[in-house]
């Protein structure tokens, strides 16, 4: 049995459950069995044998019974049955964000929609709005929910990609015969949605090391593999093959395959002394590898993914990429920034930026606590905080029009400002700052009254609702915001959620002007979901001089480090320094920094 296929089992009992409105807990437990499964690099055939499967955290008696049902007899009992049960489409109908499965149902009871054209069907021509549970506003969402969905198919999210990526790369630096192997493309890059997932591994035999992978327990299908003879082979229907991936080299072997959530991976196989160049070339973006290539050839150099070539196609040894850039007289371009924005020539010239690091921030802003939707309490983060190098954090904890999340009114603001001022007595080796995360409300106006922003330390302002308006009323709304005396930093300026809601339509420009005129920094949220402010928009902020705040958003101990990490690795995407990184500095200067006390001067 697949790997792939027992996780996609799991996965379907989960969403039919869901659909059938079953016990929550029963759902999660199926849910979670399919990703424990999706990311094991075992295969579940030997876990079983050994009777290993309950020591993977997720797979518990239950799932391991179905789990065993599933190596018998190739089928799993309740699966059928809630199949049976069920038409076929729902699947994709709980794909769509805000419909759930009791409207699902009741779409599916009342009109027989069974899947997305029938969905959208009945959604356009009014029978969706007839159907119980259902208004012209939810209509409306769904419409725009299923456009989503339909734009969405076959990207995921960076983190996610990632955690399956290092993985297979882990797998491949196992083997005695991969000198080295890396995970390139867009992941490498940073990039936040991502089609594919790119491999390199070094081997001077390429056919066991493309065996293995392609055999791998988390394939579900292999896409393209090299026949005897060299030139790669696709499966046949296999369009997906082709999407998102670079065409392969002639002469290079490579292999792709599906993995069990969709994602396709791909793996380029080079000899150890090609290795720098290869991974140079799947990683860039095309501009910067055309950049490369062009560089190259005014010294006589091919750079190709099989390898680095001299006159009369003399290999060059490249072992790693420092030593094609080096060859090709660059300084060393971080993965980070290869995009073609500028970058070789700022190798050529010595002047790329220093990019900001993990070890450069000195604290922490926008910490959730227990106080709004936070798990931890205030002493809990601060303590996690000071254990990890921080000497400042900034607790923001909810505005109270964010009732969903537990916002705090005035007077329990200012209780919190109390007790921050308590545990601050108590605590040493880390100062904590009174802030909020207060709403931007749909005139731009702040959750709060001025009097009682002014009490705050630090005033973080984000949207959390009304994403549609129109972008003259969005850009208004967010320069009356910026207006305000006490607002400090925007959070998450375009609200978006990656994968699920485009962030809210917004004049970036004028708002980076005003911002830019106000002294207000903006923030790069490193939820892996959010990564807001875009990478995209960050030069022109620190061009104008906008210090950017790099922000976990924690909720829990555990997010302050992972949050933050992809927040760092976004700043750097976006060529930021630590000089243009707010809470790099030191408290004292921190503070400084800050629009409330950068008024007058
Ligand atoms: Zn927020
Ligand atoms: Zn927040």
Redesign the pocket.
Known sequence: MRNADVARVMEEIGGLMRFRGDNPFKIRAYENAAQAIRELDEPLDALLAEGRLRSVPGIGAAIEKKIADYAATGSVPLHEKLLEEMPIGVLELLSVPGLGPRRARAAYKEAGIDSLDALEAAAMDGTLATIPGFGPKSVEAIVAALAQVRKHAGRHLGYEARALAEILAGRLRERDDVSAAEVAGELRRAIEIVENVVLVAAANDATPVIDAFCDHPMTAEVLSRPKVGGRTRRAKGSAGAKKGTRAAEPGVPEAAVRLGGGLVARLVVVPPDAFGAALLVETGAAEHVAEMKEVGRKKKLRLETSGLAGPRGARVVAPDEAAVYHALGLAFVPPELREGGGEVEAARNGELPVLVERGDLQGLVHIHTTWSDGRVTIEGMATAARERGFTYMVVCDHSRSTAIAGGLSIDDLRRQIDEIRRVNEEIDGIEILAGS?VDILADGSLDYPDEVLAELDCVVA?V?GAFRLPRADQTARLLRALANPWLDVV??PTGRRLLSRDGIDVDMEAVLDAASEHGVALEVNGDPHRLDLDWRWHRAATDRGILLSIDP?AHRVSEIEELLASGIEFARKGWVTAEQTLNARPLKDFRAALRRNRRGA
């Open positions: 995360e984000s959390h959070g998450h958003d």
